[in-house]
């Protein structure tokens, strides 16, 4: 089997890792620069996933909200890997987090609403616009309870200064 070898945009003017990718704290802010945030496959986050740029954006919005100005703390980037693996018979809801990684299989959405690429704003927004909130029993909304565990990125050196 080959694979090509993923090498970052490697952005003039902008500091990189040795492979071009930009380096971001948590809360994708690019790392030596005052006015600039990251997210998505150009940072150097090991995992490139629709779900997790997702994520990661979330980070850095509430991050330039709170720089311009926004009542609001923050929250960092803690990435949840989310999947769908088509079988050919029933779907199977993929789901891995926190460090050591732990992993949830399931016939049923591991997430709600269960969207293609899971942002803390994006996905709900979606599902409103696209009617799949309605799909969800009343009862059910209201008794549902948050299982997000978070992943540490930290532990695996993702957030080291270049």
Known sequence: MALPQLEGPRLRGLSSDPRGFLPTDPFGQVHGEIDVWAAGDATSFPLKQGGIA????DA???SIAARVGAKLEPSPF???LRGLLLT????RFLRAEGSPAVSEVDTEPLWWPPAKI???????FLARHLGLSELLPD??????????????PAEHGVWSKV
Not at 54 to 57: D, E, G, N, T
Not at 139 to 152: C, G, K, P
């Open 60 to 62: 850095a919005a509430e």
């Open 78 to 80: 803690r990435p949840v």
């Open 139 to 152: 009862a059910a909304r209201e008794s549902a309870v948050s299982v997000e565990i978070e992943l540490d």
């Open 54 to 57: 997702a994520q990661q954006a």
């Open 118 to 124: 899971v942002g803390r704003y994006l996905a709900p």
């Open 88 to 91: 050919g018979m029933s779907p």
